[in-house]
């Protein structure tokens, strides 16, 4: 019984680490290291309750759930609120980055909206979930979705430095 568990859940890392990831990535607002930290959560909280998972109505929703927990509970630690991000790091040499301007300066504007505000524009706008799927997946009323969308959007707008933008429309 446990064997076929673990070999499920090794199943399931195998076939969805790179899109847990990617989602991490966006959700954190590009911290490569977080995200990292991040998944590794998730998948802890998830083998954790697999047998939930497995269950679950809808199990994407599932898991998107468990994420946002996840980053939810990251930034509430004590230590990583006096952690300082820092653009280059001190007494090393400049890294040249590639990295095109335009999404730079998105991540850096999805940094600065407070974690729901920023998981509710992802699951909208870069994972094109509904109204309904998003709400479910932050644990929250879909009219909260609506007014943390639409603040997180004229705050994505200011930032950005236009009234409107391709990726927020």
Known sequence: MKAERDEQFH???VSRRAHLLRTATLLTAGDAHLAEDLVQSTLTKLYVAWPSYRGADNPDGYVRRVMVNAL???RRRWWRRRERSMAEIPDRPAVERSADE???GLR???K???PR???AVVFRYFYDLDVADTADALGCSEGTV???TARALEK???ALGRQTSPVLN
Do not use: G, I, N, Y
């Open 117 to 119: 505000m920023r998981a």
């Open 112 to 114: 600065d909206l407070p």
């Open 156 to 158: 994505l707008r200011a």
């Open 108 to 110: 850096a504007a999805l």
């Open 146 to 148: 609506k007014s943390q």
């Open 102 to 104: 335009a999404s730079e």
């Open 11 to 13: 199943q399931f890392v």
């Open 72 to 74: 939810t509970d990251e």
